[in-house]
């Protein structure tokens, strides 16, 4: 203090180096504010200069990853790519990308360029196993992209967990909800949202699931841990928590 008044951080020496973050986002816009919010509030700071350099490339003409993958719509990658070396060019030390079906494309994407692309499967399923080890199965809920691409059950079950998907009504109804005229995309993020998508991964929860992964990452925006009687996973919060922790490495 002086003269009363509360010492000023000079931000000198004594701030610790730390890498930047490239966010390879508009997939969308929301979710990519949504990483961004988790990374600022995983971070261990105290003043503005202890936080993390964030690079953020917004790109919402990157094309639906779903219908590419169902074979109706072009192909994501050209975008994809580009913009992760537009990131690495602008000084990003690793990527993330704030979209669970754009990993299907992550090896391509990771090829692209010569820093880390974090995988936003791999960190869920490893925090799942740490962080819940007697659990067996699991519910997912994400786009059909990434439900037919089987990116969750893989990865999942490289850490001997079964994943639970909806059959095809709840599925579509999953769809809706990200998709639809009322889904996120579309700007509706009120409790209607959240009731249609507790319904769906009930009937998971009655299926066994002893946890249910938000696997799409507009859906962590409308369901939230509390909702259910099971623990509801945030693989974005997940995938924040680890880009912070590589950064600060």
Partial sequence: MVGGEPTLPTGGDDIMPKKTIGILGGMGPEA???LFLKIIRATPARTDQEHIRVLIDNNPAIPDRTAAILGRGPDPVPLLTRTARLLEQ???????????TAHYFHDQVQASVHVPVL???????AFLRERYPGLSAVGVLATTGTVRTGLYQRFLGERGLHA????DEGQQEVMDCIYGEHGVK???TGPEVTERLVRVAQSLVARGAG??????????????DGDLPVPVI????ILAEAAVRAALE
């Fill in 32 to 34: 990519t504010a949504d």
């Fill in 90 to 100: 602008w000084g990003a030390d690793l990527i993330v990308i704030p979209c669970n």
């Fill in 119 to 125: 995988h936003i499967m791999k960190e869920t399923a």
């Fill in 164 to 167: 639970l998907v909806p059959d």
């Fill in 186 to 188: 579309a700007g509706h």
């Fill in 211 to 224: 946890a249910v992964i938000a696997g799409c990452t507009e859906l962590p925006i409308v369901l939230h």
């Fill in 234 to 237: 945030d693989p974005t919060r």
